[in-house]
């Protein structure tokens, strides 16, 4: 199982911004498209945007107008910008596949993830 690496997390006021990144395989960003959740406690793990592997992006509703999602190809990195934060976007935020059933993107599992807390 290959998992990815997410960092850029941190403490942050309402307001504010970060820039969260996920190093994963490449294999992954060539054939199964990436994706940010997040899991806020006694919550479900819940979808926050995809970029699909030809480069087109969605976001939801938590996301529209404030993420940015993008990825570095030669880095094999994954972006996601966040801005004007609210207090419930404080989560835990993971990136994965977008894919799951074929290989090599069922080779996917998740990682330790990145800690995101705005304080209002």
């Known amino acids: 199982q290959l998992q990815p690496v997410e960092s850029g997390g941190g403490s942050v006021q309402a307001g504010g911004s970060l820039k969260l990144s996920c190093v994963a395989s490449?294999?992954?960003?060539?054939?199964?498209?990436m994706a940010w959740y997040r899991q806020s406690p006694g919550k479900e793990r819940e979808l926050v945007s995809i970029?699909?592997?030809?480069?087109?992006?969605t976001y939801t509703d938590v996301a529209k107008g404030r993420f940015t999602i993008s990825q570095d190809l030669a880095k094999n990195t994954l972006y996601l910008q966040m801005n004007s934060l609210k207090s419930e976007d404080t989560a835990v935020y993971y990136c994965?596949?977008?894919?799951?059933?074929?290989?090599?993107?069922?080779?996917?599992?998740w990682g330790q993830g990145t800690q995101v807390t705005v304080s209002s």
């Open positions: 490449k294999h992954f960003f060539s054939s199964c498209g």
């Open positions: 970029i699909r592997r030809d480069g087109s992006t």
């Open positions: 994965a596949t977008e894919l799951r059933g074929a290989y090599p993107c069922n080779l996917f599992d």
